[in-house]
């Protein structure tokens, strides 16, 4: 079989010159015996092959990152510090190539992977300075004598990324456990390696061989199952679905290792009587339709008080029917195609439920069929659903696509109710200015993350992660760096 040709519409030299040169082990960009197809989601060209890792590579990155250990802990806090803000200047002074990039690879428009380079650009800054900021403490005396709780890095880490935020994801982990003293092996998502690589080799730069090393592949179970079987990992980062992220942590091991995991969401949104509607209006758009709706935080849920349901329901019809569906790269497009087409499958499911069971389609509803014959991707129709109920699919799973499914409360209680009455707890959204209702409403919503009258919740400075099958851990804020710490008791006896 002929290989396909490679559309290359990025900055070459972000990649590594060498196609499906993709595997970092040892501070060396390497290959594998085989190599996969990368495409473009929106036109299903291939933009670049790489490295298919098996469990062979996988081990060479581990053994790298293992025997780079003990001089990355002994490296001061500030110059490991020191060399992740020049990465994170390197990564701002590129971020429209490695925008580009990750629109093609991703499918996003222009200028959300833009936003997203600078995100995660954010978050590697706050977790290369939160390293400098792990204190111990001294413990008054007992009839015994003083205590002192010490900390360590918690050692060699696994990051495991996934492809809808696949840069933003990975800056974030990486920051946080190399700041804080430990090596990582990083797989990146299957379909979106190159952004991936793109980032990494511009932070490598800064850093001693092995200290940092990064796994594509195809076949993220073997890679995974490898390192995982390896009782000198000390630390697994996940973040992905609910499905593959419990399987993951329910997974016998002859040593316990800490785990965080960032899983799906099932958002709720609610709307108060006193939200100013303009606004509030801007703020669902934001919080829903980026990304095509492929987002944990993204609203799977808008609850509208009954006496401002219908003004407001008919301006976000307007606005959502005037999104305009296309490539990432296209100017004015303002959604993307789905990752592919199983995503695909699981939005149509969801609306074609809800539509028996009585819910009514307001705008979109189905595929997007384009003019233009380039564009063969997995695109759906930005959609707004009304009349759903508790019955149906949409009500409980993630739909991760551009469908805004709204439910009508008349009271409060009621609706935070249905809004905790879920098994996933990362954002929940409420919009209103009465503030004792904000005020009940932050209190009793069981999520991770709220949003008040903030469409786009996250932020470094602020743990970021979910209650309930959303996951466990957090990232972000003085909270994320302690995932990667441990903690040593000492007792001196006077
Ligand atoms: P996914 O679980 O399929 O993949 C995530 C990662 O796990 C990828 O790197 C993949 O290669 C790897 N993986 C897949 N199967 C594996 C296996 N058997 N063993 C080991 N690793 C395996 O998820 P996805 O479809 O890439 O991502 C979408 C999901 O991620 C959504 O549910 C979304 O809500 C969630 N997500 C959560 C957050 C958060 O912070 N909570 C952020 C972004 C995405």
Redesign the pocket.
Known sequence: MTAQPVTVEYDADLLPPEPGQTLLINGEWTSAEATFDVTDPATLEVIGRAADAGAAEAMAAFEAAVAAYDAWRAEPAESRAARLRAAVADIRARAESLARLLSIENGKPYAEAYGEILRGAAMLEWGAEEGRRIYGRVTQPSANGRGIVLTSPIGPALV??????PAS?LMRKIGLSLSAGSPVVA?????TPLIAVAVTRLINEHLPPGVLNVVT?QR??A???AIMADSRLRKIT????????L??ARRPSAVLRRIS?????HSPAIVFPDADIETTATNIMLAKFPNAG????SINRLFLHRSIASELTTMLVERVGNLRLGRGLTEGVTTGPL?DFA?LDKVERHVTDAVSRGAKVLTGGKRWTPDDARLKGAFYEPTVLTNVDESMEIAHE?T?GPVLPIYTFDDDDDVIERANNTTYG?AAYVFGSDFNRIWDAMERLEFGVIGVNDPLPNRPELP???FKN??QGR?GGTEGIEDYVETKAVAIKK
């Open positions: 495991i990324t996934p492809w809808n935020f994801m797989k990146p998502a299957e379909q592949t993220p179970a890679v995974v199952d996940f973040t992905g679905s609910t499905e593959v992220g399987m993951l995991l960032e899983m799906g969401g492929q987002s944990c935080i990752i995503g993630e991760f990362l970021f992660g979910g959303s996951g990232e």
